[in-house]
């Protein structure tokens, strides 16, 4: 039984090498238990080993971009069983079944893209419920964010920020790790301290007064909104402290748009 312990977070890159390895001693996935940061799993065998280095040549396996892209995804979650998951579908794509990605009624298949489907949607939250706060660094703008992600995705958006505030200093900071962008070059940060964040700045008072105005009591439907915006992003967000006495004013501020317009 070998025991491979992933210590980097999500740990995509030391997994692929650890597989690598592996796949050329050929251990089928049942003799490989997989730890990670996060938890650790029992050894039952009560014997482990380190992973060997692999021999010079290796057998090259091709594996599917589309399969690979899944395992990107699926390794930033933070199910503690992503590794062996994600092993146990390469060992299968490699000597059983070339197309098994497309069997989507295969159990193992089924859970992979579970893991990604919601790592990709816990990215997405992140490019809309994000929120920057300027402050001063070194005489420049410089622009912060905290952020609590489900899963480790903030590697997924880098590009995105990258791409949308190419010509703006940013930081954004998660409990595991943060990213710096200078306008030249990514920097990555390991746990990264929150008290950086400023509270408000300058700007968000004329964000704010905004939100207010486009707010429309008419067409509230708070359990539309909580769906795609649920309570648990609210805390970094600084408009939602604004929602609920919008919301218990709506029904008078409501019925003061048709009075006003009845008076037209």
Known sequence: MKTITITSVPGYNEWR??????????IPPENIIWQSSESIQDDLFGHTE?????????VKH?????????????????????????????WRV????????????????????TLAKAVKRDAY???????????????????????????????????????RFKNMRWSILTPYRAAHWDTEKL???DNPDPSVCPDEDRIEKYWLTYYTNIFN?????????????????WKN?????LIDDMIRNSDARARKMITDGNKR
Request: aromatic fraction near 10%.
């Open 62 to 90: 091709s594996i599917p971009k589309s399969v690979l892209m899944l395992f990107k995804y699926a390794l930033c979650h933070q199910d503690a069983s992503r590794f062996a998951l994600c092993y146990r579908v390469l």
């Open 217 to 233: 009591p008419a067409r509230i439907k708070k359990s539309a909104m909580l769906s795609s915006m649920p309570k648990k992003y």
């Open 125 to 163: 939250k992140m490019s809309a419920f994000l929120r920057f706060r300027e402050v001063a660094l070194d005489g420049q703008e410089h622009f912060i964010a905290w952020y609590e992600p489900e899963h480790f995705s903030l590697e997924v958006k880098l590009d995105f920020f990258q791409t």
């Open 50 to 58: 380190e992973v060997m280095p692999a021999p010079k040549e290796q």
């Open 17 to 26: 090498i650890a597989s690598r390895e592996c796949l050329a001693q050929s």
């Open 94 to 113: 490699i000597f059983e079944n070339k197309n098994l990605i497309q069997l989507k009624t295969d159990e193992d298949i089924l859970q992979l893209n």
């Open 237 to 241: 967000m600084p408009e939602t402290a």
């Open 187 to 189: 920097v990555l940060e």
